[in-house]
T-cell receptor, first 116, second 115 residues
Framework: GAGVSQSPSNKVTEKGKDVELRCDPI?????LYWYRQSLGQGLEFLIY????????KSGLPSDRFSAERTGGSVSTLTIQRTQQEDSAVYLC??????????????FGPGTRLTVL | DQQVKQNSPSLSVQEGRISILNCDYT??????FLWYKKYPAEGPTFLIS?????DKNEDGRFTVFLNKSAKHLSLHIVPSQPGDSAVYFC??????????????FGKGTKLSVKP
């Protein structure tokens, strides 16, 4: 069956521009997570969705970052006025349950964002 | 401050031998630990996990050991195969404090298995 998909796979943008990253979770998965991996770092949690609501936005690094999820499915991560330090691989994951620590998360291939 | 630490950025092992990847954590509220494997240009894939109430979980060639008193876990791969060459991430999770299962990852260890 189809896994988690993300688009675009690569995005190069100029500093100060806005970008939108898209995630299509596995069909029927309730929980959706965004992470990012900066160069030489581990994956860093950004935001969690349960259905369409985001009870945990604690990982968003600044107010330039926002995310939404519609129809309990597709999610979009938006970064406004991008900075060079935003350059990273942005990964999306989904899981079938409601955000328990024991639920396996299935990751997409990621979007590599480069801010020039 | 890193809550999950993988102090070895890389490890090289001969095919057929044992690979041991280590991970340390600082948060005593973590109750679930996972290992993910990542190939270049792909997302991480779940490998094996262990609950904090256990000290060992085995799945084929992969075994994870948990030492709660030392806040240490390790992943053993026996025998190692060239296809195991990848970056391995240790991750931890907790339901405490309403964290909703988000994973805290280490920086990863790049394993190279040489034929």
């Amino acid at each position: 069956g189809a896994g988690v998909s993300q688009s675009p796979s690569n995005k190069v943008t100029e500093k100060g521009k806005d970008v939108e990253l898209r995630c299509d979770p596995i069909s029927g998965h309730t929980a959706l997570y965004w992470y990012r991996q900066s160069l030489g770092q581990g994956l860093e949690f950004l935001i969690y969705f349960q259905g369409n609501s985001a009870p945990d936005k604690s990982g968003l690094p600044s107010d330039r970052f926002s995310a939404e999820r519609t129809g309990g499915s597709v999610s979009t991560l938006t970064i406004q006025r991008t900075q060079q330090e935003d350059s990273a691989v942005y990964l999306c994951a989904s899981s079938p349950q409601l955000g328990r620590s024991t639920d396996t998360q299935y990751f997409g291939p990621g979007t590599r964002l480069t801010v020039l | 401050d890193q809550q999950v630490k993988q102090n070895s950025p890389s490890l090289s092992v001969q095919e057929g031998r044992i690979s041991i990847l280590n991970c340390d954590y600082t948060n005593s509220m973590f109750d679930y630990f996972l290992w993910y494997k990542k190939y270049p240009a792909e997302g991480p894939t779940f490998l094996i996990s262990i609950s904090s109430i256990k000290d060992k979980n085995e799945d084929g060639r992969f075994t994870v050991f948990l030492n709660k008193s030392a806040k240490h876990l390790s992943l053993h791969i026996v025998p190692s195969q060239p296809g195991d060459s990848a970056v391995y991430f240790c991750a931890a999770s907790t339901d405490y404090g309403g964290s909703q299962g988000n994973l805290i990852f280490g920086k990863g260890t790049k394993l190279s298995v040489k034929p």
